[in-house]
């Protein structure tokens, strides 16, 4: 009987190590997770443009267990990198791993897009005063325009306090109207649109649209993924991450850099998001 007995504790014990053990490596483990987009629509000039998306940081550090991901970024060479809403959270106290990012990534145009964490943070002035002394662009609510060999790439920024019902920490009430907050941002002349969206949810409407590709994140990957399911599924199946194509235009959901307010990652590493655009034939 105490044999038994004993074989069962330890094999609790085990049951009970294996996915602690997931939750610990993985909590503080960073990856980069890389997409190749093709279109007929991208000007020649852009062909091989790369993208750095950094989502859903939530000030969480710059030291991870296996990686910087300062140096994990600069090592990609990226031409722009894009941050996707949730930089910040509701307990950020203070900026020194944030300032610690920007200065490291001086040398890059940046653009910044809000989330809804950012928004309801005390600090969210104060986060966009540091954005601008380092130079990064809030496209909030607004385009920017890169343009090279005569075309441009046109980068359109949802901006979360339009869009996000304040239900507190929940955010489940997602306003499902994006066209009146986007389409004054629209220009016909677009040779190819990027729309940064902390929310996936507009994905049907920012197709219709005009999109060419969407970047978003929100869900962390659903934060547990078991045989490549993930809990973000339950919702849409796109919010878990990925890629996904909705009528002609890419999609593209990160699983996040940070764990925000539920700090647990099972099979679910942080990651950053290389992004190359190419021209199809």
């Known amino acids: 009987m105490k044999k038994a007995k004993r074989r069962w504790l330890i094999a609790g014990v085990i049951a009970f190590l294996i ?12 990856v980069v997770a890389r997409y190749d987009v093709f279109s007929q629509k991208l000007p020649d000039s852009f062909d091989g443009f790369k993208l750095i998306q950094v989502s859903d940081f939530h000030n969480q550090g710059i030291e991870y267990s296996n990686a910087n991901i300062v140096e994990t970024i600069v090592a990609e060479d990226p031409d722009v990198i894009l941050i996707t809403g949730d930089f910040i959270d509701e307990l950020t106290g203070n900026f020194s791993k944030i300032s610690t990012f920007l200065a490291g990534l001086d040398d890059y145009l940046i653009l910044y897009e809000n989330g ?3 928004i309801r943070s005390k600090k969210y002035e104060e986060l966009l ?6 130079g990064a662009i809030d496209v909030s609510g ?3 325009e890169l343009n090279q060999g005569g075309h441009r790439l046109s980068f359109i920024g949802v901006s979360q ?4 019902d304040d239900w507190g920490m929940l955010t489940i009430n997602i306003d499902p109207v994006l066209a009146p ?3 004054p941002l629209l220009d016909d002349e677009d040779d190819y649109r990027i729309l940064l969206s902390h929310h996936p949810n507009f994905y049907s409407e920012a197709a219709d649209l005009g999109m060419d590709l969407m970047l978003s994140g929100h869900y962390h990957g659903g934060h547990v993924r078991l045989f490549d399911w993930s809990p973000a599924a339950w919702i849409d199946e796109k919010f878990a991450g990925g890629q996904s194509r909705i009528e002609d235009m890419e999609l593209i959901v990160s699983r996040g850099a940070g764990s925000g307010l539920f700090p647990i990652r099972i099979n679910c590493p942080a990651e950053i998001v ?5 021209k199809a034939a």
């Open 274 to 278: 290389a992004i190359t655009l190419k």
């Open 129 to 134: 005063e540091l954005l601008a002394d380092h």
């Open 181 to 183: 907050h986007i389409t």
């Open 142 to 144: 607004s385009r920017y």
């Open 116 to 118: 809804n964490h950012d």
């Open 161 to 164: 306090e339009e869009v996000d």
């Open 19 to 30: 996915p602690a053990s997931l939750f610990i490596i993985d909590d503080n483990r960073l």
